[in-house]
């Protein structure tokens, strides 16, 4: 028969203990590694902050057209007005901080596509450019609702919907510049990276 001493006691492995703090070192660093992941990811929505409003946008998404349904059963399609040329779609989201009651007009002027350091696109009238459509698109309402037309918006709220550039291929759509209440650019490219 063997006789521990203190000192012995403490020394003496235990493995139900050294099996939970691997267990415990396991979770916490896979914990880590999962919101480190998770956290450095770009969700592709760059924002920018005026005196009165605050512009979220996502990247543009470049396509050959765009369709959809009016509610009443019509379906229509945008396309660009040239074959050298491609819609530019951006998610727009309008935030109202300090005003009561901002209203807004949505309309060609109010926002421009472009590059700082070029070509600027008016925003196009997703109404006017439409035409009928035969049928039902695959991609019909992927890109709705239209941010368009007269806007109330109250203080600490928020609009949001799709705008449409008809931009020249290969233009860099590297900033969105909103001018109507608020002057505000946002960039989705970083133009001072050297």
Sequence with gaps: MQIFTDRARRTAPNR????????YLATVFATFIVLTITGCG???IQYAKGRSIEIHATNPVTTDKLAYADGLGGHWVVRPSA???ELA???VTIVNRTST?????VEPDAARLGDRRGERIRAV???ETSATAAGADVDEDKFT???WGEISLERQMQVQGWMIFDVPKGLTLG???WDEVDEVVVDFIDYFRG
């Design 42 to 44: 770009d969700d592709g």
């Design 16 to 23: 139900l203990t050294s099996v939970r703090s691997k267990v």
């Design 83 to 85: 074959s050298n040329r």
């Design 175 to 177: 900033s969105m510049f």
């Design 125 to 127: 009238d997703p109404f």
């Design 145 to 147: 609702p239209f941010l």
């Design 89 to 91: 779609l951006v998610n």
């Design 101 to 105: 009651v901002m209203p807004l007009l």
